[in-house]
């Protein structure tokens, strides 16, 4: 069982980064899938959730509106579009299922 997150980089403030997790050794729709993030010298922060099976998603409220997660089920690979990002989002962002992470992705908002 294993997530690999890309997609990360360095964008400037009001710009657009698509996250990608690739899950293997499971099927994500069967499970909710959440993306959290650790900025610099702070703690975890949930970013979003899918449970593609049911339909349904769930945001933070500070990516609400920005942020946008989806599932790819032929791919097996869970999105997050990121929109308008400012410097705030930066962190690395980790894909999650229950206890298994990622290594994450590093996204750098700056200008």
């Known amino acids: 069982v294993q997530l690999v997150e890309s997609g990360g980089g360095l964008v400037q403030p009001g710009g657009s980064l698509r996250l990608s997790c690739a899950a293997s050794?499971?099927?994500?729709?069967?499970?909710?899938m959440s993306w959290v993030r650790q900025a610099p010298g702070k703690g975890l922060e949930w970013v979003a959730a899918?449970?593609?099976?049911?339909?349904?998603?769930a945001y933070a409220n500070s990516v609400k509106g920005r942020f946008t997660i989806s599932g790819d089920n032929a791919k097996n690979t869970v999105y997050l579009q990121m929109n308008s990002l400012k410097p705030e989002d930066t962190a690395v962002y980790y894909c999650?299922?229950?206890?298994?992470w990622g290594k994450g992705t590093l996204v750098t908002v700056s200008s």
């Open positions: 899918i449970n593609s099976g049911g339909g349904s998603t």
């Open positions: 050794g499971f099927t994500f729709s069967m499970y909710i």
């Open positions: 999650n299922r229950a206890t298994i």
